[in-house]
């Protein structure tokens, strides 16, 4: 079973920068691919960036492309997503999600972490 831990949610004000971390534990395990979903109130959950862990190769909403940076720390097991140009419309609960196999969906989900910008 892989446990996903999020942290470096906060306030920050418009145009400010926040960085995401989420570690994965559990055992042994071989992560496909890590990404970061958000959820605003009211809104349903969508999807803001992924990376494959093998080959790096990344993907972003369009929303958040050139503001924001997914990365990757292998031997730490730990994704990170850099938000810089924060905008208030980026506030949000920011949840991880990992996957260990191809083609079968996130499976595990992180607790999610709080993100509030103020214009």
């Known amino acids: 079973q892989v446990q996903l831990v999020e942290s470096g949610g906060g306030l920050v004000q418009a145009g400010g920068s926040l960085r995401l971390a989420c570690a994965a534990s559990?055992?042994?395990?071989?992560?496909?691919?890590m990404g970061w979903f958000r959820q605003a109130p009211g809104k349903e959950r969508e999807f803001v960036a992924s990376?494959?862990?093998?080959?790096?190769?990344?993907a972003y909403t369009a929303s958040v492309k050139g503001r924001f940076t997914i990365s990757r720390d292998n031997a730490k097991n730990t994704v990170y997503l850099q938000m810089n140009s924060l905008k208030p419309e980026d506030t949000a609960v920011y949840t991880c999600?990992?996957?260990?196999?191809?083609?079968?969906?996130?499976?595990?989900w992180g607790q999610g972490t709080q993100v509030t910008v103020s214009s």
């Open positions: 990376i494959f862990w093998g080959s790096g190769s990344t």
């Open positions: 559990g055992g042994t395990f071989s992560l496909h691919a």
């Open positions: 999600a990992a996957t260990v196999q191809a083609g079968t969906g996130y499976r595990y």
